[in-house]
């Protein structure tokens, strides 16, 4: 009975279909994640696959690869019925079932089971052949041994070959020890470091997409951002799912950028990606890293690329084990934008899992008035700034953007971005900035705020004028700041006024800094009589009369833009008249 195959026992048979499915993972994984092949190539060979059949497959991928194809499953079955060797490759409904066999981020993990199960081959092989020569009866003395060495020395040349050295994932304690982790530079702006990857989460309308996409545009075209110097030009990719093309076009000539002043910065909008938390989409987004060359890669918004439930916790297992792994494996940073949740001091919407492979978290919030605070919530290494206090400026012509107006600046103690919108002290900002003089009263702001277009209310710019006054008495060396030159464009956003650095936003644009006729008036001297009130018998015919008494103001009262005298003021209540 030498003549036969023997049955294989169970343990045998079971032994036997696990290392069939190692290899179908490693086809499957090369199918869906062209990526993946690369590493996978250093590790093993056609003939390291025991079953002959998906020797044949590996090989038609890594045709199509040389060639710079696609190596999806139906490229495959074409490349394989192309060279005539579908039918010893299992045939269209074979390779079909293999394509359903991805390792997601564990290529490398297959790939080595792969090779181990075909050195175990090789080396039963070795013991066999060693007996035989050792027990051979015309055994020459030390033969076994030198066929051990012949066989020693092959598998060191062909793992130098394939691996380059590098392959181990085995820390090398030396190289580890001798690298300064401390000396690591960070990248522009002083958020993250290369090869890292982090969320920046905020509040509906605080304006993330604004603030990295100038920094990455910046980045890209090694321009300094947030205080950071400049740096050489990073290749950029921004994959963006949320902005329309009007948008991103005047943002970006509002950030001062044009046709030829893009640099390394490459954007792709709703770009046709399959899901980033399914194998394909993972391949799809490698693919598009590949094509721009890019270093660092943004999601804008990371919520728009998945098809799982966002407060699922599986949803962001896959989408880093499917796309964001191969990318922090490939040595490529990644920003990823998301939305805060209802209860904004839990940090990002749905599941805690989303932010547990990030290095770093930042929370962007916006504080009124252009200021907005950039606040690192979580980092795994600590390297870097915590927190940024940032200002956003920006002008505006009528109803689009200034070209190079906009832009993100570190705010200083001068720039005092504390006074928010509709405060008492923001509109004295906006009042100042306006060249108003610290003596103009309420009717003279009031019609100043509704030339400029600033909305305030009464009682807010009541206040303001009683606390200009007050700081002309006391002295101010600013008290008569001067007036905007006519038909000068306004901001809308904090800017800087004459001898000041405070955050101001400026009449809209066609207005000047004063309303017609009431240029700023000079210093002078108060009334001698009356309180303001002109002394009998001196009636103008060319002045303004009161509204309380009907007699004409003086002439400085006039100019003061007060339309009653001061003792006419129904709200002081000294007229005889007054109820």
């Known amino acids: 009975m030498e003549n036969v195959r023997p049955f294989p026992h169970q343990a045998d048979r079971d032994g036997l279909e696990e290392q069939y499915d190692a290899e179908r993972f490693v086809l499957g994984t090369a199918m869906n994640q062209a990526h993946d092949i690369k590493t996978m190539r250093t590790l093993i060979q056609g003939v390291n696959f025991q079953r ?50 991805v390792g997601g981020g564990d290529a490398a993990h297959w790939a080595g089971k792969v090779r181990e199960a075909a050195d175990l081959r090789e080396e039963a092989n070795l013991g066999r052949l060693i007996v035989q020569r050792a027990t051979a009866a015309d055994a020459e003395p030390g033969a076994a041994i030198t066929l051990y060495e012949d066989f020693a020395k092959r598998r060191r040349e062909r793992d130098e070959q394939q691996t380059g050295g590098n392959a181990s ?153 499917c796309s964001l792994l191969p990318l922090k494996r490939a040595g490529k940073s990644s920003v990823r934008l998301d939305h805060l949740g209802k209860d904004a001091e839990r940090g990002a919407r749905g599941s805690s899992a989303k932010t547990q492979d990030v290095d770093h978290v930042w929370e962007l919030r916006t504080q009124g008035g252009g200021a907005l605070t950039l606040k ?77 277009r600033i909305p305030a209310a009464k009682n807010k710019i009541e206040a303001a004028v009683r606390h200009r006054k007050n700081r002309d008495n006391l002295g101010s060396p600013d008290g008569f700041p001067q007036p905007l030159p006519e038909g000068v464009p306004g901001e809308r956003s904090p800017g800087t006024s004459k001898g000041s650095q405070k955050p101001q936003v400026n009449h809209s644009p066609g207005t000047s800094g004063e309303p017609t006729g009431t240029a700023g008036s000079p210093p002078s001297p108060p009334p001698k009589e009356g309180k303001g009130e002109e002394a009998p018998g001196s009636e103008d015919p060319q002045l303004p009369l009161c509204t309380i008494c009907g007699r004409s103001l003086t002439a400085d009262w006039a100019n003061r833009g007060y339309d009653t005298h001061l003792g006419c003021d129904p709200r002081t209540g000294s007229h005889p008249d007054a109820a």
């Open 169 to 321: 994932p085995f820390l090398n304690w030396a190289d580890f020890f001798a690298t300064d982790f401390g000396k690591v530079e960070l990248l522009p702006g002083r958020l993250m470091a290369p090869g890292q990857q982090i969320a920046i989460v905020g509040e509906g309308k605080a304006g993330k997409s604004l603030l990295v996409q100038e920094w990455l545009w910046r980045m890209a075209t090694g321009q300094p951002f947030l205080g950071d110097r400049a740096h050489d030009p990073i290749p950029v990719l921004y994959v963006d799912a949320e902005n329309g093309h009007a948008d991103i076009q005047a943002r970006l000539i509002s950030y001062g950028a044009g046709p030829d002043s893009m640099g390394l910065f490459t954007y792709a909008s709703f770009p046709p990606v399959r899901p980033l938390d399914t194998p394909g989409g993972g391949q799809d987004l490698l693919r598009l890293v590949e094509q721009s060359g890019a270093q660092l890669v943004c999601l804008d918004t990371v919520s728009r690329f998945i098809s799982g439930p966002e407060n699922d916790a599986d949803t962001w297992l896959s989408l880093y084990r």
């Open 376 to 452: 690192r919530t979580y980092t795994r290494t600590g390297i870097g700034p915590d927190h940024f206090a940032v200002v956003r400026q920006a002008q505006q012509h009528g109803d689009t953007y200034k070209p190079g107006g906009t832009r993100h600046i570190l705010m200083t103690w001068d720039t005092e971005a504390e006074h928010a919108e509709g405060t008492v002290e923001w509109l004295v900002d906006q009042l100042d900035a306006l060249g108003l003089p610290n003596d103009a009263g309420n009717p003279r702001t009031k019609a100043a705020l509704a030339a400029a």
């Open 52 to 101: 002959p059949a998906h020797e044949v497959i590996w090989n038609a991928i890594l045709t199509l690869v040389d060639r710079g194809d696609s190596t999806y499953f139906t490229a495959v079955i074409a490349e394989l019925d192309r060279s005539k060797t579908l039918r010893q490759a299992g045939g269209i409904n074979y390779i079909t079932q293999v394509n359903d066999y």
